[in-house]
């Protein structure tokens, strides 16, 4: 069950108001609502109409999933639906994922939901896939995050671990400060407890690449060099496809461009 569901809406309001360090005239202004009347509503003593409660969420940029909850908590229907990937109405965006993966080709990318269980992979991805020792890490669902950072996974590979995992970890602790998601904070404190090496003692990124933090990996084709980057689908109105992100991976260096193509070409011819 999830906690908040049994916190009126003035609670969770002012719970996601201080999460994103605003004050109540910060919001009021922002949302065009008096700083009394906002009051009134954190605190019960009057309550929000419906386009009201869609403002305040959307100035204080509350995932769909958690609108759902506000609009609940104010005696309104949930607004924002809730498929599997595999649901017939978002084919098209299945199919438009799918695509995106594949034009990427052969770098490697990905497609995972809030929780970074992996959806998705290109035929490229494949071969990282196969570099992790525990074949448990590999049972769906998949975490790309628990995959990267365990000893038995793909961590032994990473050259610049310390680098690396800092820069994870940094992504996932602020993911888990604007969602208030509870899944997520559990795979933080998970993700941390696993060995790390002492930063000072690590590789330091290629100056190259001194304004980006890349994956540099060794593996049977060499040591791979890669940045990556996220894409989301813009003004989602589905909670799914609002989770949804594509990680895509680009060559740091000319080496592991030409890596990689040899590897895209091995697959073909074989």
Do not use: C, K
Request: hydrophobic share 50%; glycine share 4%; charged share 20%.
């Amino acid at each position: 069950m999830n906690p908040a569901a049994s916190l009126t809406f003035g609670s969770q309001l002012r719970g996601w108001r201080q999460r994103r360090r605003l004050s109540q005239l910060d919001l009021a202004v922002d949302a065009e609502v008096s700083t009394r009347h906002l009051s009134f509503v954190e605190t019960g003593r009057a309550m929000p109409s419906r386009e009201m409660v869609l403002r305040l969420a959307n100035r204080l940029e509350v995932p769909l999933r958690a609108r759902n909850g506000l609009l609940t908590a104010a005696g309104f229907a949930p607004m924002y639906a809730e498929r599997t990937l595999d649901d017939p109405a978002l084919r098209a965006a299945r199919e438009a994922v799918e695509q995106l993966l594949t034009a990427h080709e052969p770098y490697p990318a990905l497609a995972v939901d809030r929780h970074w269980n992996l959806l998705s992979h290109n035929a490229a991805a494949a071969p990282l896939l196969s570099l992790v020792v525990a074949p448990e890490l590999l049972v769906p669902p998949i975490n790309v995050l628990r995959v990267g950072l365990h000893p038995q996974g793909l961590a032994p590979r990473i050259v610049n671990l310390a680098q690396w995992r800092a820069h994870l970890l940094e992504r996932v602790q602020h993911q888990a400060n604007i969602s208030a998601d509870a899944s997520l904070a559990r795979l933080l404190e998970e993700l941390s407890a696993y060995p790390a090496p002492a930063l000072e003692g690590s590789p330091a990124p290629n100056p190259a690449n001194a304004i980006v933090v890349p994956l540099v990996l060794d593996t049977p084709m060499g040591r791979l060099s890669l940045i990556s980057t996220m894409t989301v689908f813009g003004n989602p109105m589905e909670i799914t496809l609002s989770e949804l992100a594509l990680e895509t991976f680009f060559p740091a260096d000319a080496e592991t461009a030409a890596a990689l193509r040899r590897l895209a070409d091995a697959r073909r011819a074989g």
